[in-house]
């Protein structure tokens, strides 16, 4: 099946320093890829919206100045955290779209995540 | 609007009794519906998902969901549950867009 990668896995950083996590679609291409991030014991929020060669979509009330997302290629996507603040720690998960829509059968293919911690 | 609900935010239940996980969505359109798991500090995992084709879908781990348009309803279900499957587990809607609607998740204990 489609596997998503993500780099690191865990990290911590030193507040106002700049963190960048990568995402990488392993076996297949990826057009649209997505950025979430999870808050404890919460649901997902979806941060972004990634195109590959074009600029990323953002969520109301997401700072595109602090979360830059890269999508230079169909196989990855990056998720730079700017000038972090403890108040960005989070567990931080990509996902992929995968293939092409068939009705309404297309799925996404998720990362295992990313814990960033900012001390 | 579309959403998704997730009726339990915790559910308990002893091993080898079943499990049931309830999920409610709102669409306006033909819905694809999802249901993911995820293991404490790991990511999602896909279980299964519903697609406008049979409406029982049978997923991995023995886990099951039916999807009833007229109750708008996708509940998870597994006729016997096993230690492996405490986890935190979230309903997902997909509706006409690229975005994906989450819902708030249900953590599924299992007691020995």
């Known amino acids: 099946g489609a596997v998503v990668s993500q780099h690191p896995s865990w990290v911590i950083c030193k507040s106002g320093t700049s963190v960048k996590i990568e995402c990488r679609s392993l076996d297949f291409q990826a057009t649209t890829m997505f950025w979430y991030r999870q808050f404890p014991k919460q649901s997902l929020m979806l941060m972004a919206t990634?195109?590959?060669?074009?600029?990323?979509?953002?969520e109301q009330g997401v700072e595109k100045d602090k979360f830059l997302i890269n999508h230079a290629s169909l196989t990855l996507s990056t998720l730079t955290v700017t000038s972090a603040h403890p108040e960005d720690s989070s567990f931080y998960i990509c996902s992929a779209r995968v293939g092409q829509r068939e009705g309404s059968s297309y799925e996404q293919y998720f990362g295992p995540g990313t814990r960033l911690t900012v001390t | 609007a579309q959403s998704v609900t997730q009726l339990d935010s915790h559910v308990s239940v002893s091993e080898g009794t079943p499990v049931l996980l309830r999920c409610n969505y709102s669409s306006s359109y033909s819905p694809s519906l999802f249901w993911y798991v995820q293991h404490p500090n790991k990511g999602l995992q896909l279980l299964l998902k519903?697609?406008?084709?049979?409406?029982l879908v049978k997923g991995i781990n023995g886990f099951e969901a039916e999807f009833k348009k007229s109750e708008t309803s996708f509940h998870l279900t597994k006729p016997s549950a096993h230690m492996s499957d405490a986890a935190e587990y979230f309903c997902?809607?997909?509706?006409?867009?690229?975005?994906?609607?989450f819902g708030k998740g249900t953590r599924l204990h299992i007691l020995p």
């Open positions: 519903y697609t406008s084709a049979a409406t």
């Open positions: 997902v809607v997909s509706i006409g867009d690229d975005k994906i609607i």
């Open positions: 990634s195109n590959e060669g074009s600029k990323a979509t953002y």
